[in-house]
């Protein structure tokens, strides 16, 4: 039993969009939360993305997630069956439309059945509860373990709790995809503080993870803050506070990053990539992001002979001075002052589930930056050669 924020309720239902499973979750927050939201940058954003932007500047009272379809490229059907859908839930639970979220993952190019995600949020109506039960199995899709994080913050003499909950597994790559993120406080925190605060986060964390490059149409990460617990709002002046804050979400949104791509399809090992002495900071970030992304830097870490010099191919493309750079797997030394070191293969471990790349350009600087990313496997082909997510 998890330590739940004060003033949230919800229900897990089956609502039977998935064979008899949970795929459908309420969360409802009294009093109405302040929100911070980030969306995919997909120009494709699916339905429940279009209407959740219109509402989020608003206090929240209700959010409403599914999971099985994903109601994207349904064009003004698939707009018009989540006005649909949350005017009924307005009425059920006797609030604004305009102050509900809504979040959807699943089948692309599919419709949602109504019917069937009325007669949930009916059932839910009657089953909300002061627990969290069973909200992260009715998010997930093909996610093989939940992902749920819960943590406190002390602030002026008050305990505030946050509950934090993901999917993801694959389709992973920023902004966010194929990522639902959802953290829920009883802190108050002011709004603009709240989007400062949230979006360094996400920035720090699930926009620097990759397993296979590609940015999904339905990817959503919201924080609410219903300021239950009745603190002082928290805002930039604070700069204490502000800092605890950020430190925060910081853990929260790092932890769950992690979780999402170690339950990555088909992955064997995971990487972080590092960069060190930049040129400048973009340089540093590129530079993480393109190896991260590089099939052939994936591949590597299958083989039992790999051979990392490889590595250098897709950083020359790169603002870099070819005689200054340094490059370290696992602390070993690939290269170095214009030479491969060629025993570093008998050296190396290939069976290392965490893997670590360092790259160092050399230049004067503390400019830096890193990405974690996953290998890509036979499986993972497999995979998304079998299925319609």
């Given amino acids: 039993m998890y330590d739940i924020p004060q003033g949230f309720s919800s229900a897990a239902v089956k609502s039977g969009l998935k064979n008899n499973d949970y795929d459908l979750a309420i969360i409802k927050s009294d009093p109405p939360s302040v929100v911070s939201a980030l969306y995919t940058t997909n120009n494709f954003q699916a339905a429940p993305i279009v209407f959740s932007k219109k509402n989020d500047k608003n206090n929240i009272d209700l959010l409403i997630v599914n999971s099985k379809i994903a109601n994207a490229l349904t064009g003004k059907k698939g707009y018009d069956d989540v006005v649909q859908i949350a005017k009924y839930a307005s009425e059920i639970f006797n609030v604004k439309k305009e102050n509900i979220l809504m979040a959807s993952t699943g089948i692309v190019g599919v419709e949602l059945d109504t019917q069937k995600i009325k007669n949930g949020i009916k059932i839910a109506s009657e089953s909300i509860n002061d627990n969290f039960d069973n909200i992260s199995r009715a998010i997930q899709t093909r996610d093989k373990f939940n992902k749920i994080y819960t943590t406190e913050l002390e602030v002026s003499g008050k305990i505030a709790k946050f509950y934090a909950v993901a999917k993801g597994s694959s389709i992973v790559h920023p902004n966010m995809a194929t990522v639902l993120l959802f953290i ?182 503390k400019y830096e930056d890193y990405y974690y990313f996953t290998d890509l496997t036979q499986e993972y082909i497999s995979i998304h050669s079998s299925y319609n997510i």
Avoid: W
């Fill in 184 to 365: 829920f406080t009883d802190l108050s925190v002011e709004k603009e503080t709240l989007n400062k605060a949230f979006k360094e986060a996400v920035d720090k964390t699930l926009n620097r993870i990759s397993i296979d490059g590609e940015t999904s149409t339905n990817d959503m990460a919201v924080i609410m803050a219903n300021g239950a617990i009745d603190n002082k709002p928290i805002t930039e002046k604070n700069k204490k506070l502000f800092k605890d804050l950020k430190h925060k979400l910081d853990e929260i949104c790092a932890y769950l990053a992690k979780m999402v791509i170690l339950d990555g399809e088909g992955i064997t090992k995971t990487i972080i990539v590092s960069v060190k002495r930049a040129k400048t900071q973009n340089d540093a970030f590129n530079i993480a992001k393109k190896i991260a992304t590089s099939n052939l830097v994936k591949i590597l870490f299958l083989s039992k002979n790999p051979y990392f010099e490889k590595i250098l191919s897709p950083l020359g493309n790169m603002n870099i001075n070819i005689n200054n750079v340094s490059l370290y797997i696992n602390d070993i030394e690939i290269y170095k002052n214009g030479e491969i070191n060629k025993g570093y293969i008998n050296s190396l471990d290939n069976d290392r589930k965490e893997n670590y790349i360092t790259i160092d350009l050399g230049y004067n600087t």
